[in-house]
C-alpha cells in the first residue's frame, strides 16, 4: 500500500517512520525544510509541502496514495482544510488526528474515514501493552485492523516463517523481520546492529532477538502473540 503522511511532527513522523520501516511505500509532508531533510532517508518521499494549497497536492501526486494520514496536531484549521483537499482528490482512505471532540466531529463532517484522539489512542495502547506485553507499537490502518510489532513467542523461536503458516492458522500476515544482532568488536566491546528484512526468507529459523511486522484484526494480532503450537514431528 502507498501512504502519505502530512504534518510529520511527533505523531507523524513515528507514524511515517513505522510505516517506511516496514517496507510501505511513504510520502512524508511537511511545510519545514528542517524536518523534511532529516526524514528523508526514512520515507520513499519527503516533500516541503503546504498541504492547504490543492493545486501543489495534486500535482505532488496525492491522489494516487491508497491511505493518508493527517497529522497535524498545532492547527485545527490546517488539518481540516487538508482532509477536505484529499477527500476532493479522490484519495480512498483518509486518517485524521483529532486535538478534541469538536475537531474530530468536523474531521468526520469534512471527509475523515477515520479519526485518532492520540491521547485516547496512547492510554489504550498503555492497556493494550499490560494487556499483552508481546505486542510492541501497533499502527492502525482500518477499523480493527493494525500494523503491529510482535515479540515472537518463545515457541516460534527456531521455527521458520513457513513452519508457522501465520495466514492460515491465524489470520495474520508477516510482512517484515526487524533482527538484531550482536558480536564482540576487536575492542572487545559488544556491538549491535538492527537491520529490517522486508523480504524475509520463509525457510530461515528466526532468532531470540527477532522482531515480527505483521498485519491483521487487533484480534488475530494479540492471538498470534500469544499463540502455541504444536510439538514438531520428526
Known amino acids: 500500500m502507498n501512504f502519505a503522511v502530512i504534518g510529520l ?14 517496507g510501505a511505500e511513504v510520502i512524508g509532508i511537511d511545510t519545514s525544510e528542517d524536518i ?3 526524514i528523508k532517508d526514512d520515507v520513499s518521499q519527503a516533500l516541503r509541502l503546504d498541504s ?3 493545486r501543489a497536492m495534486r500535482a505532488a501526486g496525492l491522489e494516487e496514495v491508497d491511505v493518508a494520514v493527517v497529522a497535524h496536531g498545532e492547527s485545527i484549521e490546517v488539518s481540516i ?14 486518517v485524521a488526528r483529532s486535538v478534541s471532540g469538536l475537531h474530530a466531529e468536523i474531521l468526520g463532517e ?22 499483552h506485553p508481546a505486542m510492541g507499537d501497533r499502527i ?5 485492523m ?16 513457513r ?3 501465520s495466514r492460515r492458522r491465524y489470520g495474520v500476515n508477516i510482512v517484515a523481520v526487524r533482527r538484531r544482532t550482536e558480536e564482540i568488536g576487536e575492542g572487545g566491546d559488544l556491538r549491535t546492529e538492527e537491520v529490517v528484512d522486508n523480504m524475509p526468507d520463509p525457510d530461515q529459523p528466526l532468532e531470540r532477538n527477532d522482531r515480527l511486522l505483521a498485519v491483521g484484526s487487533d484480534a488475530a494480532l494479540e492471538a498470534f502473540s500469544e499463540a502455541r503450537l504444536p510439538e514438531k514431528t520428526s
Open 163 to 165: 513452519e508457522l503458516d
Open 52 to 54: 492547504t494549497d490543492e
Open 36 to 38: 523534511v531533510e532529516s
Open 110 to 131: 469534512v471527509g475523515a474515514d477515520q479519526v485518532v484522539s492520540v491521547e485516547r489512542q496512547q492510554g489504550r495502547q498503555l492497556a493494550e501493552a499490560l494487556l
Open 81 to 94: 482544510l487538508t482532509t477536505v483537499i484529499l477527500r476532493r482528490l479522490g484519495v480512498p482512505r483518509i
Open 140 to 144: 492502525p490502518l482500518g477499523p480493527e
Open 9 to 22: 511532527g511527533t505523531f507523524g513522523r513515528a507514524v511515517a517512520e513505522a510505516l517506511g520501516s516496514a
Open 146 to 161: 493494525s500494523l503491529a510489532e510482535i515479540t515472537p513467542p518463545a515457541e516460534f523461536i527456531g521455527r521458520s516463517l
